[in-house]
Nanobody, 123 residues
Framework: QVELVESGGGLVQTGGSLKLSCAASGHTFSSASTAWFRQAPGKEREFVAAMSWSGQPYYGDSGKGRFTIARTDVANKVYLQMNSLTPEDTAVYYC?????????????????WGQGTQVTVSS
């Protein structure tokens, strides 16, 4: 049984930073790809960033240059460092794991999901 738990969300002003964490039980992050997705009200869930089992990062257009995905194997956690936040980054952010093959960008390839953590950026 794989369980993913996100934390670190909250309220931040425009230009601020947040660091999200994803912890897992029943899974080792270094064995598969892990991604962050986000979903804003009234919008579809979108890809933010991913890291392959080998540590290769992938970024969506929304976070490129501002967000950094990282992994700590000792602690078995995946992080998303978000800088220069704007109100457009307001969303629920989800951690997800892909244990099979396929594109790291494709939401349908991810088979385990956390409950999400709310990020709100005020103007």
């Amino acid at each position: 049984q794989v369980e993913l738990v996100e934390s670190g969300g909250g309220l931040v002003q425009t230009g601020g930073s947040l660091k999200l964490s994803c912890a897992a039980s029943g899974h080792t992050f270094s064995s598969a790809s892990t991604a962050w997705f986000r979903q804003a009200p009234g919008k579809e869930r979108e890809f933010v960033a991913a890291m392959s089992w080998s540590g290769q990062p992938y970024y969506g257009d929304s976070g490129k240059g501002r967000f950094t995905i990282a992994r700590t194997d000792v602690a078995n956690k995946v992080y998303l460092q978000m800088n220069s936040l704007t109100p457009e980054d307001t969303a629920v952010y989800y951690c997800a794991v892909k244990t099979g093959s396929g594109s790291n960008y494709q939401i349908t390839n991810y088979n385990y999901w956390g409950q999400g953590t709310q990020v709100t950026v005020s103007s």
